[in-house]
C-alpha cells in the first residue's frame, strides 16, 4: 500500500458510517407509506437510525482485521464505536417523544423502556471516566467537593474498575437485541412498506450477527499465544515492566503494535490491552504497565515469575512507516510505550528519514537513557527530554521551533494523555501542518 493510500484508507470507514446514516434517512423519505403523520414518521425513522448506529457500533468493537485497515487500527474503531453510540442514544430522545406506536404486541412498550434503560446506563458508564471533559470546568469542583464522600467513592471506585466494565459492557447486544425486537413489532411504517421492514431486519441483524461472532467465535482464536510470566519490574514511579517468555510459537507482530494481555494472578486471571514496547525480533515481550486503577496499580504484588500469561492479536495500526521522510514523535508519560518498540526496533524496522523524539514527562522520565542510547548508534534520531516541572509544557511553537523543519514536509505521531494530544493536534493543524500527517494513538478503549 503506498504512503498516499495509507493516509486516507484511515478516512474510509468514518465516510461508509456517515453514508449508511444518510442513506437509511434517503431511503425512508423515498419509501414513506400514505396516512403516515409527519412526526409520528419521523421519531419512526429516528429510531430505526439508532438500530442502524448501533448496529455499526457492533460491528466496530468486532476486532476483525478490515475494520482495522478502513478506520486505522482498533482504537480508531472503538472512539467511533463509542461516537455511534452516544449519537444513537440521544436521537433516541426525539424518537421516544415523536413516536406515535402501541399498535404490536404488549410486550413491545416494555421492551423499548428495557432496551433505553440498559443501553442509556452502559454509555453513561463509559463516559463518566471523562467526566472532566464532559462537565463544564465550573463544574469541577463540586465534583471534587463530594468524590470523598463514601457511597460516591464506592460507585467511582466501581466506575473506574476496568474488568467490571468490561464484563457489563458485553451486555450491550442483549439491549441492542431487545431493542431491534420493539422496533420490528412496533414500527407503525412497516405495514405499508415492506422495504423499510426488510432494510430494518438487514440493519440489526447484520449487527446482532457480528456481536455473536465476537462473544462466540472471535475470542477462540485471533492469534492466541501462551506465555510465561518471566520478569516483573518496577521502571519507575507508578510503571511496572512484565517480561513475558513464549511457551510455544509467538506472536507475531509489527513495531508499535499492541495485544490483549490475558494474566493470572493471585485474583484470577485479567484481561487488558497494552502496547508491546519489545522489539518483534527479540524473543520475549514486553509490556509497561501503569497504575492506574485498582489490578494495575497492584500489579506487582499480584503477578510473579513463573505465571502463565496469554496475548491475543496483535492490533493496531501506529506505524511510522505511514509518515514522511521527516517525523516528529511526541511522546507523553506512559504514552512512549509504542516509541520504545519503535526505537528498539531500529535496525530491523528504520523510519524513512530524519525523526525527533520529544519525550514529555512530569517529573521522572524512565526510559531516557535507554532511549539516549539507541539514539547515540542511530544519528538520524534525535531525542528530545522534557520534564514538565523544570522545563515547561511541550508545545506546538515549541516543538516546530526545536524541528526547524519545513513543515509541509513534516509528519507527527503521538501517544500520550488526552488534553495534551489534543492541544497539540490544535497547535499543529494551526501552524500548518496537515490532519492527514498527523497521526495519533489512542490507548483508552472506553
Known sequence: MSLS???TSRFVGPIVVVGLVIAMAVLWLLARPSGQATGSFVGQLLGAETILLLSIGLVLISTLPWIETWFDGIDHAAIWHRRVAIVGMLLLIPHILMSNGGGGPSWASPAGVVATVGLAALVVWSILPRWRSVIPAAGHRFILAIHDLPPIR???RLVDEYEVWRAVHRTTGLFVAIGFAHGLADGTPFAGAPVLRWTYVAVGGTGLCFYVYRELLARRGHGLRDYQVREVNTVG???TEIVLGPL???????PGQFAVLHLESKQGWQRHPFTLTSSPDEADVRV???ALGNYTSRISDLVQPGMPAVLSGPHGRFTHAKGTSHQ???AGGVGVTPFLSWMRSLDEHPPPGRVDLFYSVT???PYAAELRSIAETHPEVTVHVLRTSVDGRLTAERLLESVGADRSELSVFMCGPGPMLQQLQSGLRDAGIPPWRIYREYFDWR
Open 5 to 7: 493510500s495509507r493516509s
Open 154 to 156: 464506592l460507585l467511582s
Open 237 to 239: 514511579e507508578g510503571l
Open 248 to 254: 510455544g510459537r509467538p506472536l507475531v507482530y509489527s
Open 288 to 290: 509497561t504497565v501503569k
Open 328 to 330: 516528529v514523535w511526541v
Open 363 to 365: 517529573d521522572e522520565a
